[in-house]
C-alpha cells in the first residue's frame, strides 16, 4: 500500500482488532497489576463491535465507506458508544479526529497529520503529557517518527514500521514511570515497576497499521 485508503484502513482496522484479541489476557493483566483489570475486555468489546460495524457497512448492497476517513470515523463513534472507562473516549475521540481530519489517498506525511491531531485530542481530552504513563507515551514518539520518516521520503510501510517501533519503545519506557492521570495515579509510587496497559494497547493499533501497510 502507497497511501491509506480505504482498503488499507479496513485492513488496519481488522489487523487491530485481531491484535486486541491475541492480547485480551495480556492487557487485562497490566491493568490487574495499575487498574482495575479491564483493558483487554474494554477493548475487545469495543472492537467486536467494530467489526460488526465493518461488516455491516455495504452489507445492504452499497458501496460501504466512501474514504478512509469516514471509516475511521466510524470506528472512533463505535468505540465511544461501547467501549467504558477511561480509554473509550480517548481512542474513540482519536479515531473519530483522525478520521476527520484524514484526506483520500493520504501519504506518510498526511498519515502523520492526521494521527497527530488524533494524538492531540487524546491530550486535550485526558489532559496527559508525555511521561505521565499513558497512551500518549506511546503515540507522541509514534506520531513524531512518523512525521521524520514522511520528511526523510519514507514509503508508507517503512515510515509506519518506523512510527510502530518508536510506539513499541515508548510503550516500554512506560515502566519505570509514576502513573499521572487515569486510575494508575491513584497508587502513587506503586504504579513503579508496569508497563501501562493502554501505552501498550496503542502500540499493538500502530503496529497492525504497519502490518497492513506492508502488505
Ligand atoms: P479504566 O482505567 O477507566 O478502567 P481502561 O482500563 O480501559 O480504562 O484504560 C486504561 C488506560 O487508559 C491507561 O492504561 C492509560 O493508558 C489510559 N488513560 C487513562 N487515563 C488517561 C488520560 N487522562 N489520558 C490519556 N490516557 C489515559
Ligand atoms: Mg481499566
Ligand atoms: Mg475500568
Redesign the pocket.
Known sequence: HETLDTALAEAWIRAAAAAVGRTEEQLTA??AA??????GS??RRGFTAVLAALDDAGSDGSAGFDSAGALLRTVGSTLLAK??????P?YGQAFRVAGAELPPDAGPAACADALAAGLAA??A????EPG??????ALAPAVDALRTAAAAGAALAGATAAAADAAEQGARATTPLQAR????SYLGPRSVGHQ???????ALIVRALADAAAR
Not at 505521565?132 to 507515551?137: I, L, N, Q, R
Not at 501501562?196 to 496503542?202: I, L, M, R, V, W
Open positions: 497490566l491493568d495499575i487498574g482495575d483489570g479491564d483493558h474494554n477493548l467501549v467504558g472507562g477511561a480509554s473509550g480517548l487524546v491530550r481530552l485526558g489532559g496527559a505521565d504513563k499513558t497512551m500518549v507515551d492521570r487515569g486510575r494508575a501501562d496497559p493502554g501505552a501498550t494497547s496503542a
